[in-house]
């Protein structure tokens, strides 16, 4: 049972543009909310994170924006740029006991800016 | 600074064959964990370690086995692959708590 559920599966979005991806989850024990990004060939890498008691964070042209009791979170980019294309996974961290945790992603959706 | 590397990049097998991929992190964290990463189906965690002496199985750990061989190694075993293990498999480390996973490259791995 698929726990964060991420959309669009790709995106097409022209320079200049805005990119908005979403993500849903139903887990309340959720308590931090990051996103990765991943070049091909390469291994993902944090973009940006947020926790559930914020509604929007904010870095540079990369915006999350949270919606506790829908349980959504979205991501947006502003000014998309080609080099932004890449697969993009939005996260949920839980507790699994002891002391760790665990990471539930979603999807993925691949971003492809177009000049 | 290598952070979390894996080995080997590549690998072709044949059905029943057995492999062993590595992976090794130098930031001294204690958590480490194995992804394997399936077109459009996303990071699904394999197993994980939450520090040294301890693993835990996760969302699909059939077919896999796993050793923390100390602080900074933590490999993953196919005693007896399976087509359906052919996927890009990934290594990641944290410090406790977990606000940021450090991954590596990734291993390609094909099974025929």
């Known amino acids: 049972q698929q726990q964060v559920k991420q959309s669009p599966q790709s995106l097409i979005v022209q320079k200049g543009g805005i990119s908005i991806i979403n993500c849903a989850y139903e887990?309340?024990?959720?308590?931090?909310f990051p996103w990765y990004q991943q070049f091909p060939g390469k291994g993902p890498a944090l973009l940006i994170a947020i926790r559930p008691d914020v509604s929007e964070k904010k870095e540079g042209r990369f915006t999350i924006s949270f919606n506790k009791s829908a349980k959504q979170f979205s991501l947006h980019i502003m000014d998309s740029q080609p080099g932004d294309s890449a697969t993009y996974f939005c996260?949920?961290?839980?507790?699994?006991?002891?002391?760790?945790?665990?990471?539930?992603f979603g999807k993925g959706t691949k971003l492809s800016v177009i000049p | 600074n290598a952070g979390v590397t894996q080995t080997p990049k590549f690998q072709v097998l044949k059905t029943g064959q057995s492999m062993t991929l590595q992976c090794a992190q130098d930031m001294n964290h204690n958590s480490m964990y194995w992804y394997r990463q399936d077109p459009g189906m996303g990071l699904r965690l394999i197993y994980y370690s939450a520090s040294e002496g301890t693993t835990d199985k996760g969302e699909v750990p059939n077919g896999y086995n796993v050793s923390r061989l100390n602080k900074r190694e933590f490999s993953l075993r196919l005693e007896s692959a399976a087509p359906s293990q052919t996927s890009v498999y990934f290594c990641?480390?944290?410090?406790?708590?977990?606000?940021?996973?450090?991954f590596g490259a990734g291993t390609r791995l094909s099974v025929l």
């Open positions: 887990n309340t024990a959720f308590d931090y």
């Open positions: 996260a949920a961290r839980s507790y699994s006991g002891a002391g760790s945790y665990q990471l539930t």
């Open positions: 990641a480390s944290s410090v406790e708590g977990m606000t940021i996973q450090y």
